[in-house]
Each structure stands twice: as C-alpha cells, then as structure tokens.
T-cell receptor
C-alpha cells in the first residue's frame, strides 16, 4: 500500500520567507509525527499528533514553528520568517492506533522535504 | 552526554560478512527499541521493532536488547552490497503521552562486493 507522502520533496527559499510543508500519513494511521534531520543534530523530534490534537509539542524549536492536522489525516508544518539554521530535512512519520499488545506502535517515515534557506 | 550513543562508522565489510551494529543508552525508561535503515536521500525504513529485553530475528537480521546493560545490537548475516546504508537505532519510553523517538546518530555501513 501507499506509504507516508511528503511534499514538496525539495524547497529552496530566501531567509525571512514563510514555508509550508505537507504530510499525508498512511491511510488509517491515527498518529502523526514530525522530525527534523540535520548534519550536526541528527534526527530530532518536533511534534506528535493523535487525531487532530497535539499532546506533545515539546520539540518545536521556537514559536516560528507551528503545525496543524485536519480531518485526522493531512498535516502541515509551517515555519515563519525562516532562518538559515532551519535548513534541514523535515521528516514525517505515522503509526497505527495503540493496540492491547503494543501501547507504542512503530513509526513509518516518508522521504522528507529537503529545505534550504538561502 | 547524549541519551543514545552510536558509533558513526563508517564500517566497511566484505560481502557475506556478519555485521554487528550497536547502541548504548542512558535512560532506563526506554522500553521500545527500533532499528531503521536509511538510504541516501530517502526516509528511515523500519527494520526491527522490539519491546523490552530479548532477541528478535527476521530473515538475515537479528535484534538484541540487553536492558540491564542498556545496550542494543543489530546483527546482519550474509551481508549484501544492497545493505550499504546508514543504520539508525531509536527508542522510546512506555509513557503513552510521550511518543517521541530518540535516535542514535547513525552508523554508515559499506558492504564491498
């Protein structure tokens, strides 16, 4: 079946501009996650959605970063007034609803959006 | 000190070799342990998913978790050139309110034909 889909695959923008990154999770997955991968910092958690609500936003690095999820499906990560240090690959993952066996389902990743700030 | 430590490599082995990849961690709350494989310019692909201590085998891959030592391993038998990639360990606590995965920095593996 279809995996996690992210768009655009690449984005180049000027410092100070706003950007929106989109994630389509695997059909039927109720949980959705955003991560950031950069050379110096590795893979870092940003935010977690269960349905349309975000119980854990602890990884968002500043108030320039926000995310929303609508209809329990598509999510958008928005970065306002981009800075050069925002350059990274932004990865989205999704997972099934909790089961009786596993209260923490495995996360499946998309191929990411490669963001470059000039 | 990072919560999860992983040797960055690169690790170069001949085709057919047994590969051992390892991570150590400091947070005793971690209960779920994963290994991901990441090819260049692709997202991480889930290879193994285990809960608590023990072994799990899937084809050429075996994952081991030793919670007493805070040490996890991934073994790859009969390694192939197509196994050349970066391998990331990841882990998370049982706390259902916290789903964030904590990743190691990744080990780059090169399997020489």
């Amino acid at each position: 079946g279809a995996g996690v889909s992210q768009s655009p695959s690449n984005k180049v923008t000027e410092k100070g501009k706003d950007v929106e990154l989109r994630c389509d999770p695997i059909s039927g997955h109720t949980a959705l996650y955003w991560y950031r991968q950069s050379l110096g910092q590795g893979l870092e958690f940003l935010i977690y959605f269960q349905g349309n609500s975000a119980p854990d936003k602890s990884g968002l690095p500043s108030d320039r970063f926000s995310a929303e999820r609508t209809g329990g499906s598509v999510s958008t990560l928005t970065i306002q007034r981009t800075q050069q240090e925002d350059s990274a690959v932004y990865l989205c993952a999704s997972s099934h609803r909790d089961s009786e066996v596993y209260s923490n389902q495995p996360q499946h990743f998309g191929d990411g959006t490669r963001l470059s700030i000039l | 000190q990072k919560e999860v430590e992983q040797d960055p490599g690169p690790l170069s082995v001949p085709e057919g070799a047994i590969v051992s990849l390892n991570c150590t961690y400091s947070n005793s709350a971690f209960q779920y342990f994963m290994w991901y494989r990441q090819y260049s310019r692709k997202g991480p692909e889930l290879l193994m998913y285990t809960y608590s201590s023990g072994n799990k085998e899937d084809g050429r891959f075996t994952a081991q978790v030793d919670k007493s030592s805070k040490y996890i391993s991934l073994f790859i038998r009969d390694s192939q050139p197509s196994d050349s990639a970066t391998y990331l360990c990841a882990m998370s606590p049982m706390d259902t309110g916290r789903r964030a995965l904590t990743f190691g920095s990744g080990t780059r593996l090169q399997v020489q034909p």
